[in-house]
T-cell receptor
Framework: GESVGLHLPTLSVQEGDNSIINCAYS??????FIWYKQESGKGPQFIID?????DKRQGQRVTVLLNKTVKHLSLQIAATQPGDSAVYFC????????????FGKGTMLLVSP | GAVVSQHPSWVICKSGTSVKIECRSL??????MFWYRQFPKQSLMLMAT?????????EQGVEKDKFLINHASLTLSTLTVTSAHPEDSSFYIC?????????????FGPGTRLTVL
């Protein structure tokens, strides 16, 4: 079946740097994309989402970029902090309620002080 | 935002026993809940969709007779792992979409760590 994948399994950055986490998706029918942060032993935490009719969305210190032409999604974290260390997953779903999420493989972000 | 809880947060059981995991939506009603399984250093894999008042929908490869799901109310879904074996040891996570949020945003529980000895 179709799946969502990631390019980098681990990303190590210095505190204060900007981080970019990438995700490739294969289901062209997906209309809604979400980034989640998961700390060790906890459930995923919503970070930011984007609809397919947008190519960029900004939140607090985070920006999601969507390139539908190449089916690529990225999460940018500005001024990365040690508290940002976690595993980040992208997820996709077709639009309309109660749709199931398909998760990517995840990227571990390690932030050094 | 909406809150989803799980109980227990961790459980250790002997091989062959059954374990029940609860998922509750605390401040909203959820006619649908999702159950995921996550092995170490891996992603979340959807196991089944729990539907209030009707049968759950299981993903391909998930045994419905082994992973019993009951969604008896609008705020509670339970997953029972029957005759658990060591290979069932995993992190089980539930989620529930909130009708009132944008795009039916899914809220995740904190997870339940199951260890089968």
């Amino acid at each position: 079946g179709e799946s969502v994948g990631l390019h980098l399994p681990t990303l190590s950055v210095q505190e204060g740097d900007n981080s970019i986490i990438n995700c490739a998706y294969s289901n062209s029918a997906s209309d809604y994309f979400i980034w989640y942060k998961q700390e060790s032993g906890k459930g995923p935490q919503f970070i930011i989402d984007i609809r397919s009719n947008m190519d960029k969305r900004q939140g607090q210190r985070v920006t999601v970029l969507l390139n539908k032409t190449v089916k690529h999604l990225s999460l940018q974290i500005a001024a990365t902090q040690p508290g940002d260390s976690a595993v980040y997953f992208c997820a996709e779903t077709p639009v309309s309620g109660y749709s199931t999420l398909t998760f990517g493989k995840g990227t571990m972000l390690l932030v050094s002080p | 935002g909406a809150v989803v809880s799980q109980h227990p947060s961790w459980v250790i059981c002997k091989s062959g026993t059954s374990v029940k995991i609860e998922c509750r939506s605390l401040d909203f009603q959820a006619t649908t809940m999702f159950w995921y399984r996550q092995f170490p250093k891996q992603s979340l894999m959807l196991m089944a969709t729990s539907n209030e008042g009707s049968k759950a929908t299981y993903e391909q490869g998930v045994e419905k007779d082994k992973f019993l799901i009951n969604h008896a109310s609008l705020t509670l879904s339970t997953l029972t792992v029957t005759s658990a074996h060591p290979e069932d040891s995993s992190f089980y996570i539930c989620s529930a979409p909130d009708r009132l949020s944008s795009y039916n945003e899914q809220f995740f529980g904190p997870g339940t760590r199951l260890t089968v000895l």
